[in-house]
């Protein structure tokens, strides 16, 4: 859908122009500091709160949908912004309301069943459509202002644009530009004023800077219509026209992360983890909140190169599990307001109760996405779960790899490429996903599937398939033949997560754990025969390793045969619903298995 010019750059010209975005923040004036006699007359100074969250990941309620309960974990977390209004509440009334914003550092309207169900069931761009969950609860929360973030793009812009429209607070992306115009396609940044007891405002400004990865990952929905430069540009080229225009505080909301590194090898033209080195290169920055990353980081700092000066990096974790919190202190200098130290921390949100005001709102929402994945879809003859999914190869991960091959199969079919050899790559991406005995919902087939990852087939050698599995197998920790294996701590090597630990089906081979890293693979075999490394294989892959998530080899630079952009758990689902049975007897086998010196581990 092409991109209408006015909606386009009307919002990013009202803001970026300048216009101050009101937030309401009147305190009455008092008279302070008049001094008496010949006392010197104590400094003015103000205080106030800014607080962040990030990542939400359309989590609203301390719900899970993939598990149909509430949400637990390990550490005892709490998710959504139920709770995060609690925590809000609390900082407001104990600061004044007046003397605090509230802004967010994206990826905000992916990620759950509830932000699925409202992009693609019930989607938010039809005619009369819904208002978005998380517009609601964030409009109701009184947001002031949010960061893009990379997935705000997995639906599309159409969907984004609506979401933007429905939020009572701008959506921030100084490096998302319009392809054409190199324009912001976005505001860039609001200013907020805060109203201090000594007659003098304070100006704060917030600047948004979006992942420059968005133009591989999203690559199907962006392409042509916006570009996205590095974060340490466009800071360099927006700090000094904030400053210009009055800001005496200058907060940085970015998607991205704190290492300085890419995740995505040399694919990437920009850093994709680069708000350390924003806050080391660019000055005039006295804050950071920090995104993408899914890190707790309660206060981090960076000096400043040119200016010596500290930056005050925090990122709240994800899911609305934490709350950060920058106290600024500012002092009256030479008739302008001037920092005088800023501190960051991180609340809890395990402390609090669900705010009844959220719940209460969008209950009818959460209990139609609770009943859309209770839907049954089909049957099971057998239970099958993920448990021993990153050690042995088992019949959930070859469901997932059937439905790959597959669907990639029927795309090829009757086209160039059509007798070739498919095989598909699987990881095993949650440890508790189950596909029970009996009936089988779309709460199963999704909690097989949690990312939106979309399919699509890359021509690769057997010589590459060799390279791309020795590369996996580095997530084993190298145990020596007759040392006892102990399977908790086995795998996940160097912090491998188990997502980027792939097995290949249609291909056998053993994975040696007692040998180095890149000469594990032994008896590589397609179709009873050692693999040519020559011959051509077509490998049904998802996106994120498709476009070098994990930097696996090869695979980012290998020719695109197809690609499928709807979501691979969705594809997973009308699998399921076509089949009406699911029998693992029908596609399950056993093509690798770990071994020592040749013998089997399990």
Known sequence: MPLNRRTFLGSSVA??????????????????????????????????????????????????????????????NDVGL???????????????????????????????????????????????????????????????????????????????????????????????????????????????????????????????????????????????????????????KWVPRLRSLGADVVVVSAHSGTSGTSSWGDQLPHVENAAALVAEQVPGIDAILVGHAHAEIPEYRVKNKATGKDVVLSEPLKWGQRLTLFDFDLVWEKG???????????????????????????????????????????????????????????????????????????????????ALPVLSQASCFSRTARIPAGQVTIKDAAGLYPFENTLEARLLTGAQLKDYLEYSAKYYVRTPAGAPVDTAKLTNADNTPDYNYDAVSGLTYEIDIAGPVGSRIVNLSFEGRPIDPAAKFVLAVNNYRASGGGAFPHIANAQQLWADSDEIRNTIIQWVKAKGTVDPAAFASVGWKLTRDGVPVF
């Open 15 to 76: 803001v970026g122009a300048g216009a101050a975005l009101a937030t309401g923040t009147a305190v009455p004036a008092e008279a302070h500091g008049a001094g008496h006699g010949h006392h010197p007359r104590p400094a003015k100074r103000y205080s106030f709160t800014v607080m962040g969250t990030t990542d939400l990941h359309g989590n609203v309620f301390n719900w899970d949908y993939f598990t149909d309960r509430e949400f637990d974990d390990k550490a005892r």
């Open 82 to 236: 139920a709770k995060i209004s609690t925590l809000v509440d609390r900082v407001r009334e104990e600061k004044g309301r007046r003397n605090t914003l509230l802004i967010d550092a994206g990826d905000t309207i992916q990620g759950t069943q509830l932000s699925y169900y409202y992009a693609k069931v019930d989607p938010i761009t039809a005619r009369r459509g819904p208002v978005h969950p998380m517009a609601q609860a964030m409009n109701a929360i009184g947001y002031d202002a949010a960061a893009l973030g990379n997935h705000e793009f997995n639906y599309g812009i159409p969907v984004l644009r609506k979401f933007e429209e429905q939020c009572d607070f701008p959506l921030l992306g100084a490096n998302a530009l319009d392809a054409k115009t190199l324009r912001p396609a976005f505001a860039p940044y609001s200013i907020h004023r805060l109203r201090t007891p000594h007659g003098r405002d304070v100006k704060v400004a917030v600047l948004g800077l979006t992942n420059p990865g968005i133009a591989i990952w999203d690559k199907a929905n962006v392409s042509g219509k916006m570009v996205f430069p590095g974060l340490e540009e466009q800071a360099a």
């Open 336 to 418: 302008r307001w001037t920092v005088e130290k800023t501190a960051a921390r991180v609340l809890n949100s395990n402390t609090v109760e669900e705010d009844p005001k959220i719940t209460g709102l969008l209950v009818d929402e959460h209990r139609k996405v609770v009943s859309y994945v209770n839907q049954v879809i089909g049957t099971s003859t057998a239970t099958m779960t993920t448990a021993d999914a990153p050690w042995r190869d088992e019949p959930i991960i070859d469901l997932i790899n059937v439905v790959q091959a597959e669907t990639v199969k029927a795309a090829l079919a009757g086209g160039a490429h059509a």
